[in-house]
């Protein structure tokens, strides 16, 4: 199954189902709804169908618009690890990052007036199907609800201020979210899925899901271990190597270019970049 959350074409927030990638079945019911209210309540699949849309007259919000936590792994990938110059430490670097950074597939990422220095991160997103705490790695994965795609965009200078991450990941509409919630029966082999970005057609981070440091059932076990997850909370796992800072001369995000995170048979995710008003 494929879920998207997205604007009715009377301005109303909802979320549905996609169907043969160009028709939206609403499951948000009277009023709309959400995506993570319907995963907590537990009764996704059985939700009663509304009306179905084109994908054209819809549009499309942030996959989870308000999650509770969004968590978002670093260091992940042993060749990120390698072009920061960092040691390799034996648990996971963990941020955090706020719901209104979030724009949805084909939303511009937005550029800050206060800097020139924005980088892109490619990403596999885990979004919590079922809450918990303490969860123990073999019982992790029955906690998902899907995979989808993440762009982690990055402030590198306000990122490097102090030694904490927080300011340069968190500027307003910074980090891309979609397109799809994709169920884990859609995806036969994790792992052998490869995180694509392109700037501008040209690929600049590719690496398979199965090079993470700390796979998906590793990360939930850890975060949970120091603060609950529920339904709709979002954890982003972490960039390849490849990053535009590390590059030479550096390579930054600028007005006018397109920006795409692939994901296998998870998805696209595709951004234009605008600078701040």
């Known amino acids: 199954m494929r879920y998207l959350s997205f604007r009715r074409p009377n301005g109303e927030a909802s979320f ?16 709309g709804g959400t995506l993570a209210a319907a995963l907590h309540a537990g009764d996704l699949e059985r939700r009663r169908q ?27 990938y042993a060749t990120h690890v390698a072009e920061t110059g960092r040691e390799q430490k034996d648990h996971p670097a963990i941020f955090t990052r706020w719901a209104d950074t979030l724009v949805a ?21 885990v979004v919590i199907g079922k809450g918990g705490r303490a969860i123990p790695k073999g019982q992790a994965l029955q906690h998902v609800a899907g995979y989808s795609c993440f762009n982690d965009g990055s402030v590198r200078d306000w990122q490097k201020h102090n030694i904490q991450f927080t300011p ?3 500027f307003p509409g910074t980090g891309a979210f ?42 939930i076990a850890y975060v949970s271990a120091f603060t609950p997850l529920s339904a ?6 972490g ?10 001369p550096p390579l930054w995000m600028k007005a006018g270019d397109l920006v795409e995170v692939e994901i296998g048979v998870i998805g696209t995710l595709k951004n234009r970049i605008i600078d701040e008003w």
Not at 105 to 125: I, K, N
């Open 50 to 76: 509304g009306d179905t849309f084109s994908l054209e007259d819809v549009v499309l919000l942030p996959l989870i618009p308000n999650p509770g936590k969004i968590l978002c792994v670093g260091l992940n």
């Open 239 to 248: 960039t390849p190597g490849g990053v535009g800072a590390k590059r030479n």
């Open 105 to 125: 597939h084909e939303q511009p990422m937005v550029r800050p007036r206060v800097s020139t220095d924005f980088d892109y991160e490619g990403e596999l997103a």
């Open 16 to 31: 549905g189902q996609l169907l043969h990638h160009d028709r939206v079945v609403d499951l948000g019911g009277a009023g």
């Open 232 to 237: 709709g909370d979002v954890i982003a796992t």
């Open 168 to 170: 340069g990941k968190n």
């Open 178 to 219: 979609g397109p799809a919630l994709v169920t884990p029966d859609e995806i036969p082999d994790l792992g052998s899925q490869r995180v694509v970005t392109r700037l501008n057609g040209n690929v600049v981070q590719d690496q398979p899901v199965s090079d993470m440091i700390w796979g998906v059932a590793d990360i």
